[in-house]
């Protein structure tokens, strides 16, 4: 398995949150990208995507995954943003960087999981609850998010390996995804 590791899945698929517990379960590095980016460019991403655009954003996190992989550690894993998959060449960056893993949740859980970790604080989120009128705050982001994972779709499954959230909501899936991930590491060392 080629080393490093990156997560990548829609907004609130528990990326940072499984990475977090699948790196101290491995002993590994853990990198947030929209973390790293801050410390590189000043800004948060919801920052400069309100001041520079969403094209130049993309171009930055281009840029911040491709210094990153510079740095001389193999044993981490990077959470990246969920639109980074889509841009460009990327899935074909990740591949040749390291080993991709796609969290994958359904839509309405997915809505459910942006709507208990603060919808404000993502600004395509915001976008997508101003896209539609006459529905719940609920049935716009299902809408939303339905219509903009079919778009991701095709980047998304180009990851090497892929992790089926759990069918239930629950408190511990973070923690049943890290674990799924752990399984397929360790057996392929």
Not at 36 to 52: D, K, P, S, V
Not at 138 to 165: C, N, P, S, T
Request: glycine share 8%; proline share 3%.
């Amino acid at each position: 398995m080629l080393l490093p590791v990156y997560l990548i899945g829609y907004m609130a698929s528990g990326k940072t949150t499984a990475g977090k517990l699948l790196a101290e379960k491995l002993g590994w590095h853990f990198v947030d990208l929209d973390d790293a980016f801050l410390e590189i460019n000043g800004y948060t991403t919801g920052e400069y995507i309100r001041q520079f655009g969403m094209e130049a954003f993309r171009k930055q996190e281009k840029d911040c995954v491709e210094k990153l992989a510079e740095l001389p550690i193999e044993k981490v894993i990077y959470a990246t943003g969920g639109g980074y998959p889509c841009w460009e060449d990327n899935m074909e960056c990740l591949h040749e960087l390291g080993t991709s893993f796609y969290l994958r949740w359904r839509p309405d859980q997915l809505t459910k999981r942006l709507f208990l970790s603060g919808i404000t604080q993502r600004p395509v989120a915001v976008d997508g609850m101003n896209a539609a009128e006459g529905e719940t705050e609920e049935e716009k982001m299902l809408h939303f998010v339905e219509k903009h994972l079919e778009a991701r779709k095709e980047y998304y499954e180009q990851a090497d390996f892929i992790i089926d959230a759990p069918a239930d909501l629950h408190e511990s899936n973070d923690e049943v995804i890290a674990e799924q991930i752990y399984q397929i590491i360790k057996a392929n060392r």
